[in-house]
């Protein structure tokens, strides 16, 4: 990736972990920015380049996650 997309991937991270952390549904820290940060970067490197639906995306990706076997 490059250092534009290193930032893309940054900015959109934090623009769902804001949302998500202000909703309350963070329970696992680590665990949620593992998450968007893999989800977001699988959407860059695809390709996406808008920063807010790359949030969004992984928001509802987030929401709509299966729940991790204990």
Do not use: C
Not at 4 to 13: I, N, P, R, S, W
Not at 48 to 65: G, V
């Amino acid at each position: 990736m490059s250092e534009g997309v290193h930032v893309l991937v940054e900015d959109a991270v934090q623009i769902a972990w804001d949302f998500l952390e202000a909703s309350g549904e963070i329970i696992d820290g680590y665990e949620t920015s593992r998450f968007l940060v893999s989800t977001v970067g699988r959407m860059a490197l695809a390709g996406e380049r808008r920063k807010i639906m790359l949030a969004n995306r992984a928001i509802d990706d987030y929401r709509n996650r299966s729940p991790r076997a204990a």
